[in-house]
């Protein structure tokens, strides 16, 4: 069989189980935050690279409604910028009270959301963590904050059904890195230009098997970068630091190329995603300094 047709079929046969995934989740979709009033979007990515972009790129963040992701509020640059969105879907954020160390890591990133924000913010949250009802309580102290809900079922396969999941907020291709949910929500909130500044994604360098076999990473953020150690990586399904080195490379794959299903959407309703991280690992979106 000619490899370009068995890659169709593989394709519609992939699609149709999204399509599967999506009516076992019961077709519901969930509403988004209000759209901005700027022309275009920048996402801000917690990537080490961050810091030295917002100094050279002062103009565009002036003229752009912002996103900002997972543990922005860690850093004094959450106060300085006010972002309007901030996408927060690793559900282990969410879904805490069983491990100890995830409970500090809550507090850390949810108690400047709470204390200092002082206009209106939208969180995006994973649909599942309707069910943890004891951190969307601990939000409630903030009457400034709504917490909002995309729907993260991975979808895969034909680019077409990808689309229409997308575009009626069904699901998600594979979305095992935050800019994902981030990057979706911005093209379905109707923004025509959507800039990503801290997207390194620059982790494979940092990864590696101990003698007791197991994998541990350093995750470089902007705002540790200097102190981040090596860590334990944590696995959902498990509820556990016990993930397998061939299951990092896998959601590192799934990651990458969910950036190519996103751009074809994006493109299929005349959005342009330009990355302007220097030196980003991430090979799907338009490349383009901004003077």
Partial sequence: MNPKTEKKIVDLVMGGLSLMKVAIGGWKREPLPNKGNRKHLLILGNGPSLLKSIDEHHDLILNSDLIGVNHLSRSPLYKKLKPSVLVLTPIEFWDHEHDQFLKDEFY?????????????????????AKNCKNALGYFSKNKRIKIYFVNMTPIDGNQKIANWIMRNRLGLPRPHNVLIPALVVGINLGYKTINILGADHSWMPYVRVTEENQVVMVQKHFYDEKEAQEKKMYNANSKSFDRKLYEVLQKFTYAFKS??????YAKSIGCEIINLTPNSFIDAFKRKSVN
Avoid: C, H, M, Q
């Fill in 259 to 264: 950036y190519f299903v996103i751009d074809g």
């Fill in 108 to 128: 850390k990133t949810a108690d400047p959301l709470i204390y200092d924000t002082e206009w209106n913010l939208s969180i995006i949250a994973p649909l599942t």
